[in-house]
């Protein structure tokens, strides 16, 4: 079965770049999409097809999926973006989530 | 605005079934695939089931295969989960989700999440 690889946890300085990345075999030949998710609440999409932004999304999240990774950046950081971020794609006739990734945000 | 509904959830002993309901509104209801995610306590998203738009395709995680039917209702906006032959594992928060697309294949996106609904075994 396909799976996605994505680190526990990182760490950054407000203003300061997050990259998160995903990997699986080939995973740019599929699409790839990121969620947010706070504590408590329900998860959020804030990128899909790899780099298109949901309405609503600030400008400084970004995405790119080449080779075998997938990366979400987050430019200039705030705090109200410390969240755990999961990444998702279609595999074989299922949907595939990856491990998640805590970004703490100090 | 596009609201998804979940309800159903309870407290059910090992080997028992829960029927799990969401209601969909705000949308053209089968114009787009709804997908079933679930979550454990204090652990990742799990995708469950997802079934098309038009409601003749469905798929399922192999943890839940032939156990848990996905089905929907056009005609009411409604989308259900039947699960079977409960197992503690299966204990989750469960979230009714729409996917960008009519065929929820191709990894498109899931754009709106309903609040979830508890289930225990």
């Known amino acids: 079965s396909y799976e996605l690889t994505q680190p526990l946890s990182m760490s950054v300085s407000p203003g300061q770049t997050a990259s998160i990345t995903c990997s699986g075999h080939?995973?740019?030949?599929?699409?790839v999409c990121w969620y947010q998710q706070k504590p408590g609440q329900s998860p959020v999409l804030v990128m899909f097809q790899d780099n298109r932004r949901p309405s609503g999304i600030p400008v400084r999240f970004s995405g790119s999926n080449s080779g075998n990774t997938a990366t979400l950046t987050i430019s200039e950081t705030q705090a109200m973006d410390e969240a755990d971020y999961y990444c998702q794609a279609w595999g074989s006739n299922t949907v595939v989530f990856g491990g998640g990734t805590s970004l703490t945000v100090l | 605005e596009v609201q998804l509904v979940d309800s159903g959830g309870g407290v059910v002993q090992p080997g028992g079934s829960l029927r799990l309901s969401c209601s969909v509104s705000?949308?053209?209801?089968?114009?787009?695939?709804i997908h079933w995610v679930r979550q454990a306590p204090g652990k990742g998203l799990e995708w469950v089931s997802l079934?098309?738009?038009?409601?003749?395709?469905?798929y399922y995680a192999d943890s839940v295969k032939g156990r848990f039917t996905i089905s929907r209702d056009n005609s009411n906006s409604t989308l259900n989960l039947q699960m079977n032959s409960l197992r503690t594992e299966d204990t989750a928060l469960y979230f009714c989700?729409?996917?960008?697309?009519?065929?929820?294949?191709?990894?498109?996106?899931?754009?709106?999440w309903g609040q979830g609904t508890t289930v225990t075994v």
């Open positions: 989700v729409k996917d960008i697309s009519a065929a929820g294949t191709g990894g498109y996106g899931m754009d709106v």
């Open positions: 079934i098309t738009g038009d409601g003749y395709n469905t």
């Open positions: 705000g949308l053209t209801f089968d114009d787009y695939a």
């Open positions: 080939n995973l740019g030949h599929k699409y």
